[in-house]
């Protein structure tokens, strides 16, 4: 079992906390490192593992809401394009551009040159910081992108936007060890049961769902950012909202990688929703649906996978059409739409991805709404200014929480690096030399792994093929990220699961070691765990 876990465990009943955030996806995430970085005595504690529900089922992208020009939400449009290159900026390892190159069908509701001059409007409310977009005919989608099936095509045009190198989960639990770092109390598979006011403070019982211990947090606010668990959370704690949640079920599938250029290519499936083939590393991954469900927990159905396989099958001019049998693995996950008022629904089209804070002043208690991983700095900077506006002190308030570390850190590593010729240490599987990856993932952590392989090789070696991890980074993983089950690092730690079959990840020699890396004497017994709770 992770020592930073139980020690934060026994932590969180010891203290009194300025604030306590429920809630490890992204909303929370980003609040505990702003509030954190700024001096505020925070801690958090999820249910499950961190990112563990919709912050792990995203499509990777980062962009600025293209489609919601065609609803007039240029407002929105404007903002989130605004966060896109601020995301890009703060985060230049990790956020990345990237080409969008759709093809639009005959008989589309737009013809493909008035959708071309929308991107050239994107474009311009992107204040141009990312290359121009360019308009393509049938014949040169089919010259650049042979994959492409073009019988139906019409012309189409290439544009950019941007996405995360890693994954969503990676990028999500940064802010998380972040926010550690500067102080906050953080623990997953903690459970918050109810809370209720104890004359200034907020008295939170709650549940350690591994060892079935209960405790109790104290706290002056409590901020709900359970994601799609929100209202579910907020009538136990008896607290009335502006908003709720409606839910869009989406889903991913990831195959062996279609095509080796590195673009996203984007048509409109056949319900008339955007859908992507994306690529990420060695595979690609297919989709997105769109489902209204009623709960936040769903499941990939079989009309869900033949949904997105004959769309793929029919867009692409693929030499063997792609079958169940292809599929490595799968996404599924609910977005949280906000919406205004507790009765009737809304237009479920014109539903957007914004996020919506209510604050209960009086109590002391926010709840966190909708939201994307385009917006997340602007949620954290937003909940930062509420939390100091309810009175609680804020001695840093304009410390700046997040980004990369600084140029000069990076130089520090880069120079380290080459002068023990690390990218010589690369495997032939990497999809990129190990100095990038170190830094993307571990920014000045880094430093301190490339002499822990300096003083010992053997810990460059690759445990587990084509996980692009060595053993020191799975030492790194079990000393500082609290991986409490095997299936957090495989799945949002790293991206392992998403990229090798369970029965190549069972079958390969070094699983065993990095199990015994991660939880010790405990390793046969989480080993099965994860065996029993994938039985697919």
């Known amino acids: 079992m992770s020592s930073l876990r139980t020690s934060n465990i026994k932590k969180l009943p010891a203290r009194i906390f300025d604030v306590l955030i429920v809630g490890g996806g992204i909303n929370g995430a980003v609040s505990a490192a702003a509030l954190a970085a700024k001096g505020v005595k925070v801690a958090l504690i999820d249910k499950g593992d961190f990112a563990g529900f919709t912050s792990s089922n995203s499509s990777n992208l980062a962009w600025g809401g293209i489609k919601y020009l065609e609803s007039y939400e240029f407002a929105l449009v404007n903002k989130l394009c605004l966060s896109r290159n601020h995301l890009m900026r703060s985060y230049p390892s ?12 005959q008989g ?6 008035f959708i071309y001059m929308g991107t050239v409007l994107y474009w311009l409310m992107g204040r141009c910081q990312t290359k121009m977009p360019h308009y393509l005919s049938a014949s040169k989608i089919k010259q650049i992108e042979g994959v492409v099936n073009t019988d139906n095509v019409k012309g189409g045009f290439e544009y950019s936007d941007a996405y995360l190198y890693d994954n969503d989960a990676r990028f999500v639990f940064n802010f998380i060890r972040s926010s550690m770092s500067y102080g906050c109390i953080a623990a997953n598979y903690v ?7 104890d004359g200034d403070l907020w008295l939170t019982e709650a549940k350690d769902v591994i060892s079935g211990e209960y405790l109790s947090i104290r706290s002056k606010v409590i901020i709900n ?7 579910a959370l907020n009538k136990v704690n008896q607290q009335g909202t502006e908003h709720h949640h409606v839910f869009s079920k989406g889903i991913h599938l990831i195959v062996n990688r279609l095509t080796q250029s590195n673009k996203v290519l984007t048509f409109f499936a056949s319900d008339g929703r955007l859908f992507f083939v994306i690529p990420m590393g060695p595979v690609t991954c297919i989709g997105t649906t769109d489902t ?9 159905t079989e009309s869900d996978r033949q949904f997105v396989l004959s769309n793929v099958n029919q867009l692409l001019a693929l030499a063997t059409p792609l079958t169940e049998q292809d599929i490595i693995a799968e996404r599924c996950g609910v977005r949280p739409l906000a919406i205004k008022g507790q009765g009737g629904k809304a237009d479920w089209v014109q539903l957007s991805r914004k996020h919506a804070i209510d604050c209960n002043p009086a109590q002391g ?10 917006d997340c700095i602007n949620v954290g900077e937003e909940v930062a200014g509420l939390v100091k506006d309810l009175g609680i002190e804020t001695p840093y308030a304009d410390f700046k929480w997040y980004g990369e570390p600084d140029d000069s850190v990076k130089q520090e590593f880069m120079h380290r690096a080459k002068l023990m010729n690390f990218d010589d240490l690369t495997p032939a599987t990497s999809s990129e030399p190990l100095s990038k990856r170190f830094w993307r993932r571990y920014g000045r952590n880094a430093i301190n792994m490339l002499e822990n392989i300096r003083e010992n090789p053997q810990k460059a070696e690759l445990l587990i093929e084509n996980s692009e991890y060595l053993r020191v980074e799975i030492e790194h993983a079990a000393e500082r990220e609290m991986i409490t089950k095997l299936e957090d690092f495989l799945r949002r730690r790293s991206k392992i699961s998403l990229v090798v079959r369970k029965q190549d990840i069972l079958a390969a020699p070094g699983l065993q070691e990095a199990c015994e890396i991660l939880f010790g004497d405990a390793a046969q017994a989480k080993l099965q765990e994860y065996i029993d709770s994938t039985d697919t």
Do not use: C, H, M, W
């Open 365 to 374: 208690y926010l709840s966190i709404f909708g939201g994307k991983l385009t």
């Open 292 to 300: 209204q469900v009623e709960s936040p927990y769903t499941k990939v």
């Open 191 to 197: 459970e918050s049961l109810s809370s209720k006011r």
């Open 225 to 231: 950012a359970a994601g799609p668990f929100v209202d």
């Open 108 to 113: 589309f509701r737009f013809p493909p040159f």
């Open 94 to 105: 990790t956020v990345k551009e990237i080409r969008f190159f759709t093809s639009i069908q």
